[in-house]
């Protein structure tokens, strides 16, 4: 996994460099670095990485569109102890639970 991974879920949303550097738990620079000279990503940054473009993937599908998603990400959520599900992406277990609830989402349940 490597810088180009980054890219792709840059360009799948809307959020900001910060923002995204700050789920994957790095500085904007370190971000850019990788992105720019196409680094191997670290073996615990490369798994955030794939589970983030995993459901930022699964997220547009459901929706239809990213933008559609983003709005779902940004909205304080029942299911997610009222918090807003972008509040979650930063673990991995929180990126597995919203892949969950796309899932379930995608097959009829309420979200």
């Known amino acids: 996994v490597n810088g180009s991974f980054?890219?792709?879920i840059k360009k799948m949303t809307r959020y900001k460099e910060s923002k995204i550097a700050g789920w994957l738990r790095i500085s904007e620079r370190t971000m850019r670095t990788y992105q720019s000279e196409n680094k191997v990503l670290e073996k615990g940054?490369?798994?955030?990485?794939?589970?983030?473009?995993t459901v930022m993937e699964k997220g547009k599908a459901v929706f239809g569109e990213s933008d559609a998603f983003d709005k779902w990400l940004d909205m304080e959520n029942f299911f997610f102890d009222g918090k807003k599900p972008s509040?979650?992406?930063d673990t991995t277990s929180g990126l597995r639970?919203?892949?969950?609830?796309l899932t379930a989402m995608e097959y009829g349940d309420n979200v």
Do not use: K, T
Request: aromatic share 16%.
């Open 97 to 101: 639970y919203i892949f969950d609830r």
């Open 45 to 53: 940054l490369s798994e955030q990485v794939v589970m983030l473009r």
């Open 87 to 89: 509040s979650y992406l």
């Open 6 to 8: 980054i890219d792709d």
